[in-house]
């Protein structure tokens, strides 16, 4: 994995799924270039420095990927100062409550533009470039929520936009396996990333048969695995990594 670039997006604190995953990707040794919120250059500056430590190089860039181009501002920026990427990595969501009473447009837009079309271009964009390249292998990885294991009240724009990218890695899988590039989606299940209040803690406490919610390690681990030539013949594929969380 030495000569290999990742792109890992929406990595903007320590505790997130992808500050783990761009850490457990140095670790193997792949070069790394993350995204992050503008507001967080301190932070990335400062995480940059830990991921060179692992002797690898690492890059990053404060985007906006709701901004329409901005799927091209990123590869291209990769492509300048890395090299062009065999791995992308798309982490990058928004969030917002909403449910049926609170529901508009621009609850629905703000979705739409960072958890379907910045995805979803983010990944056409990389199997066009990656077929010009004439790469050898490819990986593609998305994030979603198990928007398919049961409901999710009051998150109808976010349950409904994550859950479209299941429907897009299985039919982009097929069109990409002829270049050598897999696609698959990982569902990490409730994943303690500094979200969860101490009152959501305990009530979840009984649904977590395995003693404990999930930790971005488990969910790095996975995406690691997914990046690596044995996991060549695992495509079009919704991972749920959920611990056995039991929904009742």
């Known amino acids: ?62 985007v906006d990927l ?22 992308l990595v798309n982490n990058a969501a928004h969030s917002a409550r909403d449910g049926y009473e609170k529901l508009d447009t621009k609850t629905l837009d703000d979705h739409y533009k960072v958890n379907m079309r910045a995805t979803f271009m983010l990944s056409v964009e ?17 994030m979603t929520s198990g928007q398919d294991q049961g409901p999710m009240i009051e998150e109808l724009a976010y349950g409904a936009t994550k859950g479209a990218i299941s429907a897009f890695t299985l039919s982009l899988s097929a069109e990409l396996a002829p270049l050598g590039i897999t696609v698959n989606a ?12 101490y009152e959501l803690k305990k009530r979840l406490e009984s649904k977590f048969l395995m003693g404990r919610a999930g930790k971005p390690e488990d969910a790095a681990n996975l995406i690691t695995f997914l990046t690596k030539e044995e996991a060549g013949w695992v495509t079009g594929q919704v991972i749920h990594s959920e611990g056995a969380f039991y929904r009742s």
């Open 1 to 62: 994995m030495k000569s290999k670039i990742a792109v890992v997006t929406g990595v903007s604190h320590s505790n997130g799924i992808g500050a783990a995953v761009c850490c457990k990707l140095a670790e193997a040794g792949t070069d790394i270039f993350f995204t992050y919120w503008k507001t967080e250059q301190s932070w990335a500056i400062l995480f940059q420095k830990e991921i060179e430590k692992f002797g690898v190089r690492c890059n990053s860039l404060a």
């Open 66 to 87: 709701a901004e329409e181009g901005a799927y091209l501002q990123l590869l291209d920026t990769v492509q300048e100062s890395l090299g062009f990427p065999t791995i």
């Open 126 to 142: 990389f199997a066009r470039r990656f077929k010009t390249g004439r790469y050898s292998a490819g990986r593609i990885i998305n």
């Open 186 to 197: 990982v569902n990490p299940g409730p994943t303690d990333t500094g979200w969860m209040t």
